[in-house]
Structures are given as structure tokens and as C-alpha cells.
């Protein structure tokens, strides 16, 4: 036990403070936040601390070591970054709710146990809703509570598979699972919603897109990679993740190409860079468990200064489509440079981050003789390849392209404030300092790192690959054969269990909403009859005693039915004589008792 504080107490608790302070003394506070989170950080000491009994269960909130360190590094810095970007926004729930957000994130990666990151996992859902909920459009209530559905389902398998995980084992320890029973195919498997596999990936790019400009920063740069860690951490070497891995690399390049929200582009690039980490933590050797480690840090960087860019363009121009803009470079020059530095990044050129983190990985696929037959890691090694040639295509060319020069579109508008430029300067520092001299990073990292980027050969083909890449782009697009950008819904996987959800939905409409209204009107006429039956109990039961009565001495006719007129009135508005009130209920007792 310590004295030492939870990070993500600082941020969850602090950011609900946020609306209490005005003016300058918000900014600074929110400003001191990620800072103090960081400091307290770098003082936390190895091992297991803040420890709580839990029935015969042991909890760790708080575990330090080498893997979760780096992470909580770039959770910190890319929230500091994050806050002076969203400084001008003044929204208060999108402050709360990306504090709230980042701090669940950072709970998540520090647990010890597999309740508490259930526990962080779930708020991390919760942060996230609301960070696209606070744009406020309905397309945004949408995306929403589709991405709500989709999380609330996979962290209820996560759940079902910690709890038989721990009827199985007994144990909550987060430590190396296999896939090797229902309980860990579970855990792997609701991990795998928040990662983006493939065709679970569409939450992702219909949500991402539709949230604030500040929040898709934040969105960025927090779920998948906190699925990353949960895989690093629980499935390290599981080759399944290879291919998983080399198809998130793969697929997003195709609709990435052709699809016109540029925002919904760099959600699919996101898909393709997650990708790579996947097959770094498959392969799982420490040369790969480094380069995913690596290429997570890099990629919330660059991924979150192209998100910046793209934010500012958004914020001036009110358009994000690469139809509805062009030529931006005249009056936005210094947003025109940072995007081009997150490109270079992204694409992994050299003297960038992406080159120093990425290239691990493909060195790892292409030493990976463990991977079943010779055939099978060439093919791996092969589609990463094609994937960092695509990359470059839509997100090293086209984002700037279409954003910044193509066409001129007659915008003219005043740069991105000066808040915004900070934040996606300090980035794109980051990203030409960790490219430029990476050992700080490599430092860092889970495993000693034994690996050299810059040599002659590595420095040669990954430039011979991107200017390739470039000649083609430049070739499809003179000859009219690249994709052209125009206003089109693209169809992705989502659309298979939209449109069966929907003929599901109907299908039962018309058939158990008839069976329903059957049912219903049964009810309400047995009810009311019922009711009418037993609400004149006492004069019906009192009516059949007298009326034999008499009849046997001699009553007829009319002076028959005044006497029954009078009687069943007499009951029902309880005028009655005793006795003769006594007599019925008598009588009526016994014909229950007779009954039973």
C-alpha cells in the first residue's frame, strides 16, 4: 500500500470540477490537470499498490510495470495536448466527459485485476458516448446509441467471460490467457469489439466522425488502444491475432480510397495502423511486443494531429468533405504543415515517428520463422507491406491533398486559432523528434530494444516504397482511373445486421403485434367481465335467495319484478335490513364453502 494517488482519480475526479471554475482560471486548471496526473506518475513505483478485499478476492486499482508505464506516458501527454486544443470550444461537457473519458482509459491500463479493468473498461464507454453526443446533431444522437449498443454488447461478453474465467481458475490476476476454453474465447472476443476487428469494425467510422471536433481527438487516441494494451497484456504470441491483425492492415486501404468525409478516412486509417499492432502482439516476440508498444505511441501522436487538422479545417470552413474543399494551403498555411508532418508520419518517412515504430513490426513479421510454414510469415510481411503503401495513398496523400490543394474550392477563411496551432505544433514536434532520434522512446519500451532503424538498406526500400506510392497516385489520378470523390454512402459491413435487424424487427411486428392485440382484448373482456360480475356479487347472490322465496309463497308478474327492482337496488346502494343483510352473507359464505 501507498500513499500515492490513482491517475485516473485525478482526471475522473478533477474533471467534474471543471464547470465550477470562469474564464482564464478554467483553462489553467484544466491545463494542470494532465500535468499534475503526469507528475504523480513518474514518482509511482513498480509493482502492486491501492489494494482492496474483495470478498476472497484480492483487487489491485493501481499496477505498475514497463507495459501499462508506457501507455499512461501518452494517455498523459496526448490529454495535455488535447486540453489546448479544445481551449476556444467552451463546452463544459466535453470537457467533463473527455476528463472523464481519458481518466477511464488510464484506469483500464493500470488495473491489476480483471474486475477493475472491467469496471474502467465500461467507463470508457461512457466517456465516449458522451463525446458524440455533445456535438448535438441528430446524425450524432444516432451514431450514438448505435456505438452505446455495440460496447454495452461486448463489454457483457467481456463480463460473462471474467466470471467464468474465475469460477474456472479462482483467480482475477491479469495474467496470460490462452484460447483454450469458452471463458478466454469470450474475454478475447469482447476485447476484440473495442479493438475494431474486422467486420465488428463499423462503430468505429460511423461513430468517430459525428463527434465534436475536440472529442474525435480524444476518441483517437483512447479505445482501441486501450484494447491494444488489454491484448499486449492478456494475449501476447496468439497467433490468431496475426491474421486478425493483417486484415485490419489490409481492408480499411479500399474504403479509405473512395470515401469522401476525411474524417471518416482517418477512422479507417486508424483501423489500418491498429492493424499493425495486432500482428506485433500475434508474433509476439519482444522485437514485436516492442514495435506495437512503439507504433502505439507514435500513432496517438500523429493520428491525433491529423484528427487536429482536420478539426481546425472543420472549425473555419464548416465543411469536411473532399468535395467542398481545396486550396487551403493559402489560408490556413501552418495547419497545411502540420497536417503534411502527421501524413510523413503516418506513412512512416523517414526522420518521422511512424518510421522508427512500424518498421519493428515488419522486421519482426519478416523474422517470424515461428509463424506456421515459410509461405505463411512472406504473406504476412507481404500484406503489411501493400498496407504501408496504401496508407500513404489515403492518408499521406489524400488528406492533404484533397484538404489543402486539389481544386480550389474559394475558401477563404482566417487560420485555425492559436490554441489549436500550439497543440498540433507540440505534435508534430513530437513526431519529427521521436523519428529523428528515437532512443528516448525505444527507453521506454517493455523489453530492452536491440534494434536499429536507420540503416542503409531499411532507409532505402521504405523510400523506394513511398515514392512508388506517390508515381502511382500521381499516374491513377492524370489518367481518371483513381477513385473520383463525390457525395456518396459508402455500404460497409454494418449494413448485413442493419438491414437483418430490421427484417427481424418487422417480422416479429407483424407477427406477435396481431398475437399481442389477440391476447389483450381476451383480457380486457374476461377482466371486465369479471369485474361486472363480482361488482354485483351481493345483489345477484341476494336476488337468487329471494326471488325462490318468492316465488314459493305465491309472487308474480309485476309485483315480481318491483320486488326484484327494489331488492337489487337496496344491495347495491346498501339500504338494506340487518337481517335480512345478515341472511345473504350467510347464504353466500356457505355457497363459497360448498364451492371449495
Avoid at 504501408?388 to 486539389?406: C, E, M, R, T, W
Wanted: glycine share 10%.
Amino acid at each position: 500500500m501507498t500513499n500515492s494517488i490513482l491517475p485516473a482519480f485525478i482526471f475522473m475526479i478533477g474533471g467534474f470540477f471543471i464547470p465550477l471554475f470562469r474564464g482564464k482560471a478554467k483553462s489553467v486548471y484544466m491545463l494542470l490537470l494532465p500535468v499534475a496526473g503526469f507528475i504523480n506518475l513518474l514518482y509511482l513505483p513498480m509493482g502492486d499498490m491501492h489494494l482492496i478485499a474483495f470478498g476472497e478476492f484480492k483487487l489491485v486499482l493501481l499496477h505498475i510495470d514497463r507495459l501499462n508505464l508506457l501507455f499512461g506516458y501518452i494517455f498523459h501527454i496526448i490529454s495535455f495536448i488535447t486540453v489546448i486544443y479544445i481551449l476556444n470550444f467552451k463546452n463544459n461537457v466535453e470537457y467533463v466527459a473527455g476528463f472523464f473519458y481519458a481518466g477511464a482509459a488510464l484506469g483500464a491500463v493500470f488495473s491489476g485485476d480483471l474486475f477493475s479493468f472491467f469496471v474502467f473498461w465500461e467507463m470508457l464507454t461512457i466517456g465516449s458516448v458522451m463525446l458524440i453526443w455533445a456535438r448535438k446533431t441528430p446524425s450524432a444522437q444516432a451514431a450514438g446509441f448505435r456505438y452505446l449498443l455495440v460496447h454495452a454488447f461486448g463489454g457483457l461478453v467481456l463480463l460473462a467471460g471474467i466470471v467464468f474465467h474465475v469460477t474456472q481458475t479462482g483467480s482475477l490476476e491479469m495474467l496470460k490467457l490462452t484460447l483454450s476454453s469458452p471463458a478466454s474465447y469470450m474475454i478475447f472476443f469482447g476485447i476484440g469489439i473495442n479493438c475494431a476487428w474486422p467486420v465488428l469494425h463499423p462503430w468505429l467510422t460511423d461513430a468517430y466522425p459525428e463527434a465534436t471536433i475536440g472529442g474525435t481527438v480524444f476518441l483517437s487516441a483512447f479505445t482501441t488502444k486501450t484494447a491494444v494494451y488489454a491484448l499486449a497484456r492478456l494475449f501476447p504470441g496468439t497467433e490468431a491475432l496475426i491474421w486478425i491483425g493483417v486484415g485490419m492492415a489490409a481492408f480499411p486501404i479500399f474504403y479509405a480510397v473512395i470515401e469522401n468525409d476525411l474524417r471518416r478516412v482517418l477512422a479507417y486509417s486508424l483501423i489500418n495502423q491498429v492493424g499493425f499492432m495486432v500482428v506485433g502482439i500475434g508474433i509476439g516476440t519482444e522485437l514485436a511486443i516492442n514495435g506495437a508498444c512503439a507504433h502505439v505511441f507514435n500513432d496517438v501522436l500523429f493520428k491525433g494531429l491529423l484528427f487536429m487538422s482536420m478539426g481546425a479545417v472543420m472549425y473555419r470552413t464548416g465543411k469536411i468533405n473532399a468535395t467542398d474543399l481545396g486550396g487551403l494551403y493559402k489560408s490556413m498555411p501552418w495547419t497545411c504543415l502540420f497536417c503534411c508532418v502527421g501524413a510523413a508520419s503516418i506513412s512512416a518517412f523517414p526522420l518521422f515517428s511512424g518510421f522508427v515504430s512500424k518498421s519493428m513490426v515488419m522486421e519482426a513479421a519478416a523474422s517470424g520463422s515461428h509463424i506456421a510454414g515459410q509461405g505463411a510469415y512472406v504473406f504476412v510481411w507481404l500484406v503489411l507491406l501493400f498496407a504501408s503503401a496504401g496508407v500513404f495513398h489515403h492518408a499521406g496523400i489524400k488528406i492533404p491533398f484533397f484538404a489543402f490543394f486539389g481544386h480550389d474550392a474559394g475558401h477563404r477563411v482566417k487560420e485555425a486559432p492559436k490554441n489549436m496551432l500550439i497543440a498540433m505544433g507540440i505534435a508534430a514536434v513530437l513526431c519529427v523528434g521521436i523519428g529523428t532520434y528515437p532512443k528516448p522512446l525505444y527507453d521506454i519500451l517493455p523489453f530492452p530494444v536491440d534494434y536499429h532503424p536507420y540503416t542503409i538498406s531499411h532507409v532505402l526500400s521504405q523510400t523506394q516504397l513511398l515514392f512508388f506510392s506517390a508515381l502511382a497516385f500521381t499516374l491513377l489520378l492524370l489518367s481518371g482511373i483513381y477513385p473520383a470523390e463525390m457525395r456518396a454512402i459508402n455500404v460497409d459491413s454494418d449494413w448485413i445486421y442493419r438491414k437483418l435487424g430490421r427484417s427481424i424487427y418487422a417480422t416479429l411486428d407483424k407477427l406477435l403485434n396481431p398475437l399481442n392485440a389477440w391476447c389483450e382484448a381476451i383480457v380486457r373482456s374476461s377482466a371486465s367481465g369479471v369485474a361486472r360480475f363480482f361488482g354485483g356479487a351481493g345483489a345477484n347472490v341476494s336476488l337468487f335467495v329471494a326471488v325462490n322465496f318468492w316465488l314459493l309463497i305465491g309472487y308474480r308478474d309485476k309485483r315480481l319484478e318491483i320486488k326484484k327492482y327494489r331488492l337489487y337496488n337496496d344491495v347495491l346502494q346498501g339500504t338494506l335490513p340487518i337481517g335480512i343483510g345478515a341472511a345473504v352473507t350467510v347464504t353466500f359464505i356457505l355457497f363459497l364453502y360448498v364451492l371449495i
